[in-house]
């Protein structure tokens, strides 16, 4: 190659030669940690990747505005966030090359003694030369004799420290690209099931990272049939009654599951224990609960609506707003009592009517009650956002004439239960009995080919990592010389390992290297 | 047995439960004491053993509160901050005890034992100790593993950050002169500095732990291994935090001063992770899935 040739493929190869230093120096790993942790503080303290809405409701519109600009609301997936963990990637993969390729290099030692190596004496012993009977004394010892050139022995003894360090580096860089993995293909949803109401779930999905950024296209017609078959056959709920509380314990699916090649199988699945199927992972999530509201006068049924857990509901016979919370059913475990039943129950609040509103007394109940009826019964539990909507429309026309008084304070009124009566104050006569209690199912599914790739690195990374901290590895560079009151050498002696005793060893070491006999 | 029997002697033990920690609340106060004494009169036997002889007495103690609360709940006692606080102030004591013994250091002890016996009075003066049955989410195998680990690796960092301390507080007699009692070279200051170090890394691959069982657990659990919730994120920047610590002892021009500051600040970071969290949550109407912890 002529000299131009060489300036010419220098200058050619130098941009690529300058990125390859500077993605191998630890500097870069400690600034591109500075500035995640930065970043990741910030990420910390403002609510990421909600709807902008959320945001205006909270914080108003200006504030809003002048947070997003920055990019801080949906930062940990950012280009910023993500050219900073490829980045990291990088250093990573060109530290664990230099690492391999540099590793016969990186054990032997150099021409001179290192300022930190200690002065030692040295006998040979049955006619051998020290150097001799240095090898002989590690060997002897466990360590493996990596050089033994001229005057100078180098010797390691425990797990090689760079390679350790290597796999927990490449399994740092593997955990990476199991979370990119996982940002690209990952996807997931959830499904409500009732008892014997079979559904199906699609093991694919448009809504895909990669689908979104325009990497992949989607099939629509070869996904058409790819799906599972859900069914439940029995949903089973668990309760604990402690402190004169009811606490949830557990609640199980047994599900029968067709998947995308047709076979079909029982599972029961519960919090903690999901089912894994056709490339799917069902979790059992929560429970959807319906119920009926019954109004009895005496023993006289006037009034039936549907409600749900957490979901406001009203009636046409008494006045106000109802809030239920969740309907105690199943099974319940109780300290040193034996199983039982539990009374399928829902604790409930009462908001009185506001004064003047049509209901707010008994009078106006019988009239309520026979008369001005004209909710669909159906939408109770859906329509009282309507209800809320509309009432505050209008509050919001009053408002031009007088402020409306506040909302009356939501009263505890007791359990709505299938046995005892619930009686609702100012409404004598008047009892609440909860009736057909249902539950549903929820299931979230997700779809991850990400976490194989991760559990592998995490693997590695503990291995590597446990051995690299704890198990003691030692490593030996002994020069040899002629002093002027006979032989005498210096040791680089260098331990790694938390559970060593270094200073015990390289004390054996310094007296063997010392005795003339072996 | 008639189960009103049962729960009254469930009833005794709650309270005899609490009388024990505030008995270990006190043995933690004398053990602060006596290190402070013997950080001013280094060649006094008697502050030195009292100093130790009262840290011992309230892990012990600690130890039978643990025990007394594993029976009454039926499961291990770290589901809510008060049972995480006094965890927390065990696990640190007895890190350090082992690293005295092991080490023969005693500087740090005043440092420990006033973040053990600060946690064991945030505790018994700031939280309920009311004993609830485990939420199903953690009705897991890991929640035993994930939650020891973690807090083992605390307890680690926090005699890490009090060795930290004493060094950097010898240093400071060391330039100012006084240094005749206490037979300080820079020397010996330096192996206070090295120890860090080792600790550190002796604790690192613990919290590594700590992190990866939770979301090897979330996913098991919320099908999900990382949702960056505040938790989650604090948990990743003490993490980094150390890490960057370990790293900068690696370079000649982070390993003094840079690598001590570095830390403070994964210490400051790690506390924020377990108590910080739920209050910066609150303060700035972030979510999380962790408030309960």
């Not at chain 1, 399994?171 to 990119?180: H, Y």
């Not at chain 1, 047994?254 to 056709?278: A, H, K, Q, W, Y």
């Not at chain 2, 995480?84 to 013994?101: D, Q």
């Amino acid at each position: 190659m002529t000299e131009r040739a060489a300036r010419s493929h220098s200058s050619w190869t130098a941009p690529f030669r300058w990125i390859w230093r500077e993605l191998s120096r630890l500097r870069l790993t400690l600034w591109l940690l500075i500035v995640m942790f930065v970043a990741m503080i910030v990420g910390s303290i403002f609510p990421q990747g909600y709807d902008p809405e959320m945001y205006i409701s909270s914080w108003g519109e200006a504030k809003y505005e002048s947070i997003a600009r920055w990019g801080v609301l949906n930062l940990f997936h950012s280009k910023f966030f993500l050219t900073l963990g490829i980045v990291l990637l990088l250093n990573l993969v060109v530290c664990s090359l230099v690492r391999w390729f540099g590793r016969s290099g990186a054990r032997l030692a150099g021409e001179r003694p290192p300022a930190y190596a200690r002065e030692v004496k040295l006998e040979g012993g049955h006619g051998m030369s020290p150097s001799v009977k240095a090898v002989s004394v590690l060997e002897s010892r466990g360590y493996k004799v990596l050089s033994s050139t001229g005057n100078v022995v180098t010797a390691r003894r425990g797990p090689w420290p760079e390679g350790v360090s290597l796999l927990y580096h490449i399994a740092m860089a593997v955990a990476i690209i199991g979370f990119i993995v996982s940002a690209l293909f990952a996807f997931e949803g959830d499904v409500t099931l009732y008892p014997d109401e079979p559904q199906q779930v699609a093991t694919v999905s448009d809504e895909t990272g990669a689908i979104r950024l325009g990497l992949v296209k989607p099939d629509t017609t070869a996904w058409a049939d790819r799906y599972v078959t859900l069914n439940l056959n029995e949903f089973i709920t668990e309760w604990e009654y402690y402190e004169e509380k009811y606490y949830p314990r557990d609640w199980f699916s047994d599900l029968t599951v067709e998947d995308d090649n047709g076979r079909s199988r029982d599972f029961m699945i519960e919090v903690n224990r999901p089912l894994r199927v056709s490339g799917l992972t069902f979790y059992q999530m929560a429970y959807d609960q319906t119920f009926d509201v019954v109004v009895m006068q005496d023993t006289l049924e006037v009034e039936r609506v549907s409600g749900s857990a957490y979901v406001p509901f009203t009636l046409e016979s008494i006045g106000g707003m109802f809030f239920p919370g969740t309907m105690r059913v199943g099974t319940l475990y109780q300290k040193y009592h034996d199983t039982e039943p539990v009374v399928p129950h829902t604790p409930l609040k009462w908001q009185p009517p506001a004064e003047g509103e049509p209901g707010e007394d008994a009078t106006d109940v019988g009239e309520m009650a026979h008369g001005e009826a004209e909710e669909p019964e159906g939408e109770h539990g859906e329509g009282s956002e309507h209800a809320e909507e509309a009432a505050h429309d209008e509050e919001g026309e009053e408002l031009e004439e007088e402020p409306p008084p506040p909302p009356p304070e939501k009263l505890e009124i007791g359990d709505l239960s299938a046995e005892v009566p619930l009686e609702v104050e100012g409404y004598e006569g008047y009892t609440l009995i909860l009736e057909n209690p249902y539950e549903g199912s929820v299931l979230t599914y997700r779809h991850d080919p990400g976490v194989p790739l991760l559990y592998l690195s995490i693997i590695a990374f503990m291995v590597g990592l446990a051995i690299r901290t704890y198990w003691p590895s030692y490593r030996v560079n002994l020069w040899i010389e002629d002093g002027a009151d006979g032989r005498k050498g210096w040791l680089a002696f260098r331990a790694a390992g938390m559970l060593g005793e270094p200073e015990l060893i390289e004390e054996d070491l310094v007296k063997a290297l010392a005795e003339p006999e072996l | 047995m008639d189960p009103q029997v049962l729960i009254a002697r469930d009833a005794s033990l709650f309270a005899a439960e609490r009388t024990v920690l505030w008995v270990a609340l006190y043995a933690y106060g004398v053990a602060f004491v006596c290190y402070v004494m013997h950080f001013f009169a280094p060649r006094n036997r008697l502050f030195r053993q009292a100093a130790t002889a009262a840290l011992v007495a309230a892990a012990g103690l600690q130890t039978a509160v643990i025990v007394i609360r594993t029976v009454l709940k039926g499961a291990s006692p770290f589901q809510s901050l008060y049972e995480s606080l006094a965890w927390f102030a065990w696990s640190a004591a007895v890190a350090y005890l082992v690293i005295e013994w092991r080490r023969h250091v005693k500087l740090p002890g005043f440092f420990v034992s006033l973040i053990a016996g600060g946690a064991v009075l945030y505790a018994l003066l700031g939280q309920n100790p009311e004993i609830k049955p485990l939420f199903p989410a953690l009705q897991s195998s890991w929640f035993f593993w994930h939650v020891a680990i973690a807090f083992a690796s605390y307890a680690i960092f926090v005699v890490a950050f009090g060795v930290e301390i004493s060094y950097l507080l010898q240093l400071l007699f060391w330039k100012l002169g006084v240094t005749k009692d206490y037979g300080l070279t820079r020397d010996n200051i330096s192996r206070f500095h090295r120890s860090v170090h080792q600790l550190v890394l002796f604790g690192f691959p613990m919290l590594t732990f700590g992190i990866m069982s939770g979301a090897a657990w979330a996913n098991e659990a919320w099908g999900v291994y990382w949702q960056w919730d505040p938790k989650e994120t604090w948990s990743l920047i003490t993490w980094f935090a150390f890490a960057l610590y370990l790293h900068a002892r690696v370079m000649p021009r982070w390993r003094g001063a840079p690598s001590s500051l570095i830390m403070i600040l994964a210490f400051a970071c790690m506390v924020t992770t377990f108590l910080g969290v739920s209050w910066l949550a609150k303060l700035f109407g972030v979510p999380s899935l962790h408030l309960y912890g």
